[in-house]
């Protein structure tokens, strides 16, 4: 024993043993930090109801090592029809992206699905769409904004419309900053621009009207092929035509909403996605009314995005839709 110091070979030792702990914690420690973080998956399914289908869609995921995080699952009353939309976790180097497609291609066979559909997010591009307007501004700048933010999963591959802005306008100078080009397509009634607007919008996945007040014909709908998705306030039917919101204030109307929903041929009659509400009352101008009317536009359009995007919205029937 050594009192007051310490000689080289028990130092040396004691050196030995620290690096000893330090290298067993630091082991320790990555073990302990496990598996890289599960990649987040998302399948939809529509098909007719049968015994047994929520047992081979989580056999399916468990087969390959995945984990369910949760299930949602719609059977309408009297009808042979089952819907389901699914999130799971899975680790890609042992469930490949293109091998999960084929599984559950496999399952769509099986039970002769209408839909099936999958997304991972972290590994498919994201949504690519366009945005149409007209001369409002408060749906189109929040999707703008909400897209700068990360927090709508597309990616914006133009603006077009109807009504020029000039160079110095908050959208144009927004739209120049981040490079997406703006198309200014003047209507008439007599010609709606719709052939230059399908060449714009031919290789985008859904197209967005952010107040865009033109009406698209059939033959538009069916040349484009895809979904689109349309936002407009909760005063129809009732208050039609020019300045709806004044005609509702001065009514004394006292709920206002506004629905957001996909486009068909039959104006303002395609299934709907998000509906919104809001009370005013009789201390609230013309001006808040109008202001809370688009602020309900502008969040009720954004929650159908993302709820589109994230694979929560099913068709059900000709006209209603499945939103979990």
Not at 30 to 43: F, L, N, R, T, Y
Not at 65 to 92: A, T
Not at 177 to 188: A, C, D, M, S, V
Request: aromatic share 10%.
């Amino acid at each position: 024993m050594v009192v007051g110091g310490a000689s080289s070979s028990s130092s040396s030792s004691f050196v030995g043993i620290v690096r000893g702990f330090f290298s067993r914690a630091l082991h320790s420690s990555k073990a302990s930090a496990g598996p890289a973080a599960a990649v987040h998956g998302i399948h939809v399914f529509h098909c007719p109801d049968v015994v047994g289908i929520v047992a081979k869609l989580s056999e399916c995921i468990a087969l390959r090592g995945g984990n369910i995080h949760c299930v949602d699952v719609f059977v309408p009353e009297n009808k042979q029809v089952f819907y389901s939309r699914c999130e799971f976790g899975f680790d890609p180097a042992s469930w490949p992206r293109d091998e999960i497609n084929n599984d559950f291609m496999k399952l769509s066979t099986l039970f002769n699905a209408e839909r099936s559909v999958v997304r991972v997010p972290y590994l498919d591009p994201k949504y690519r769409i366009a945005v149409l307007a007209s001369k409002q501004d408060h749906c189109l700048v929040d999707l703008l904004h909400r897209w700068q933010e990360g927090r709508l999963p597309v990616d914006i591959s133009c603006v077009i419309s109807n009504h020029v802005r000039s160079p110095n306008t908050h959208v144009i100078r927004f739209l120049e900053r981040h490079g997406i080009p703006y198309h200014y397509l003047p209507t008439t009634p007599g010609n709606k621009r719709e052939d230059e607007i399908l060449e714009l919008v031919v290789d985008t996945d859904f197209l967005v009207l952010a107040r865009y007040m033109q009406i698209l014909s059939g033959r538009f709908l069916e040349s484009y092929g895809k979904d689109i998705i349309n936002i407009h306030h909760g005063l129809l039917p009732s208050f039609k035509g020019g300045n709806p919101s004044k005609q509702a204030f001065d009514a004394g109307v006292k709920l206002i909403g506004a629905t957001s929903h996909f486009v068909t041929e039959e104006l303002d009659s395609g299934a709907i996605i998000e509906q919104m509400v809001e009370r005013v009352y009789h201390r609230d101008t013309l001006q808040s009314f109008v202001q809370k009317s688009e602020n309900l536009e502008k969040q009720c359009l954004a929650r159908a995005l993302k709820s589109y995007c994230e694979l929560r919205v099913l068709p059900y029937e000709s006209n209603k839709t499945v939103v979990f």
